[in-house]
């Protein structure tokens, strides 16, 4: 494997470890505040929101002077706006602040370690590559939520100084560790001209696949946003049980995309996987509605992780093998549908979950089957597209 490959895994892996240790402990310490829990649904939003507007833009400037300055000031934005959440002591006000800072900041990693990955390989092993980028961030969320769960006994701020303290360590890491993967040379001068709408990314068949991409963390999100509440209503799930439950599903998630993806995953084989994916997802969110247990809610959420960790991987590698746009734009463009997904899932599921409890699950399990539908759009426009030179 390539050294450089194995620097942004590592990076990636410590990034989503910060990010996954606030998860068991983001509602509690909402609602402890005394805020309706309404308020998490909007600090999803918002943070999201953020990022759709500053991702595209920090993709066309990594387009410019490189990806290792943008992925620096990233984490170091990441790292300041956990340590303001965990100072602000229940302060509604400082929570939103927090929430925007690092939605600033996350279009920086994110995008940007798309297309350092797609700068480094060849597009025969990028979906492999992306197989490992996806079990990257499934490390951090395995051993993040399981290490916030065992953190907020020392208080529920805890878990979100461990977070900032792990963000600056990886900006140390980035400075004096990852090198630049965009050589001066194949860089946009600023010379350029105007810098390219991260629409200019959205023709063709590719606009079904970012739609998908829109859809599939539309589902995710709004999994995420209610799954806590629906469990405390289940069994009374503490933030602890909450740890157990995505430590277990990351474990099996990490397999699929560390050892299923990479080994078998070849250029054609998307399309097929992309489907088996959207049916198992299906079905993990309707197992998920019997959840009696902690265990049980493990056991249900692993097979909702087997049929996620397929779909990520390879939606992204069909898109950074379609597009005809910068690498930096078109992971640019591609974060920003996952703020859109991450802005709508979140108030959709919410409001749902506030109607009734079931319906954020029934709703997820519908979108993942519809959602074939788009992958069969892509693959007719992308067949007729080939087709038309050999019939002239």
Known sequence: MDRRMGVIMIMLVTVFLGFGIIIPVLPEMIVGSGAERFHLYVMLAVYSAASFVLSPLWGSLSDRIGRKPVLAIGVLGFSVSFLVFG???????????????????????????VAYVADITTP?????????????????FIFGPGIGG?????????????????????????????????????????????????????????AYLFVLLFVLTFALAGLESTLQYFQMERFEATPRDMGVMFLVSGIVGALVQGGFIRRYAKPGTEPTLIRVGLTVQALGFVLLLFSSDVWTASLFMS????????????????????????????????SSMDSLGR???????????????????????AISLGAM????RFLARRGTIAAAPAAK
């Open 87 to 113: 100072l602000s002591g229940g302060n509604l006000a400082l929570m939103y602040i927090s929430r925007v800072l690092g939605g600033v900041f996350s279009g920086a990693t994110t995008s940007c370690a």
């Open 124 to 140: 025969e092993k990028r979906t492999r590559a992306m197989g490992l980028v996806g079990m990257s961030i499934g490390l951090g």
């Open 150 to 206: 065992l953190l907020s006994g020392f208080g529920l701020a805890t878990p979100f100084f461990a977070a900032a303290a792990l963000a600056l360590l990886n900006f140390g890491f980035a400075i004096f560790v990852l090198k630049e993967s965009l050589p001066p040379e194949r860089r946009r001068g600023a010379d350029a001209g105007p810098r390219p709408s991260r629409w200019s990314a959205f023709q063709g068949p590719i």
């Open 303 to 334: 097979v909702f992780a087997v049929g996620n960790s397929l779909l990520r991987p390879c939606v992204t590698s069909l898109i950074t093998q379609t597009t005809q746009a910068g690498q930096g734009v078109t992971g640019g463009l591609s």
């Open 343 to 365: 802005i709508a899932g979140p108030l959709v599921a919410g409001g749902l979950f506030e109607l009734k409890s079931a319906l954020p699950f029934f709703a997820g399990a």
């Open 373 to 376: 539908l788009l992958l069969q």
